[in-house]
């Protein structure tokens, strides 16, 4: 298995884990829009043996009345993995990747909205710790985020948009 780069050979095998995923085409329609019109993105595909089994996605988010030049944050979602090879260890190991990428293109946090059993294990935490705000209505502890460079968030209190396409996508 490894974690590489999506490729545009990749882009129906994604899609059709994103609907397998999560029951629906919400998210893969969601990744098509980002992977049209967000920039930048990073999109990385589990690949095992050329088949493709998982995906992950960040794309930029934004804090309502920040400045221009701001230290860039992303968000990540959605993670897909085929139902049939979930609980291997696959969607973390797509995390880590992603998160890693991240830090290479000097991202300085991102945030997700998520299970709070399962992403602090890579270091998220609530994003209220940090005086930041999810636009969606839900719970302060599933709003998660993980400062990539230490101490970046401090300061940036607000309420964090996603891309547009989310809101259409009703994700």
């Known amino acids: 298995m490894r974690i590489r780069p999506e490729s545009p050979i990749d882009v129906a095998a994604v899609h059709r884990i994103n609907?397998?995923?999560?029951?629906?085409?919400?998210?893969?329609?969601?990744?098509?829009?980002?992977?049209?019109?967000?920039?930048?993105v990073i999109s990385l595909v589990a690949d095992d043996e050329g088949a493709v089994v998982g995906h992950v996605m960040f794309s930029p988010v934004s804090i309502d009345g920040e400045a221009t030049g701001a230290p860039p944050l992303m968000g990540l979602a959605p993670v897909a993995v085929l139902p049939d090879r979930q609980r291997q260890g696959i969607g973390g190991a797509l995390i880590r990747e992603?998160?890693?990428?991240?830090?290479?293109?000097?991202?300085?946090?991102?945030?997700?909205?998520?299970?709070?059993?399962?992403?602090?294990?890579?270091?998220?935490?609530?994003?209220?710790?940090?005086?930041?705000?999810c636009a969606y209505d839900v719970p302060?502890?599933?709003?998660?985020?993980?400062?990539?460079?230490?101490?970046?968030?401090?300061?940036?209190?607000?309420?964090?948009?996603?891309?547009?396409?989310?809101?259409?996508?009703?994700?």
């Open 19 to 40: 609907v397998k995923a999560f029951g629906s085409n919400v998210e893969a329609d969601l990744v098509d829009a980002l992977r049209r019109e967000a920039s930048p």
């Open 98 to 133: 992603g998160l890693a990428a991240c830090r290479l293109g000097r991202v300085a946090a991102v945030v997700l909205v998520g299970m709070p059993e399962y992403y602090p294990r890579f270091g998220f935490v609530p994003a209220s710790r940090f005086g930041l705000r």
């Open 140 to 171: 302060d502890d599933v709003f998660m985020a993980i400062e990539l460079e230490p101490g970046t968030l401090a300061g940036r209190a607000g309420l964090v948009r996603y891309h547009p396409a989310f809101a259409r996508a009703g994700a």
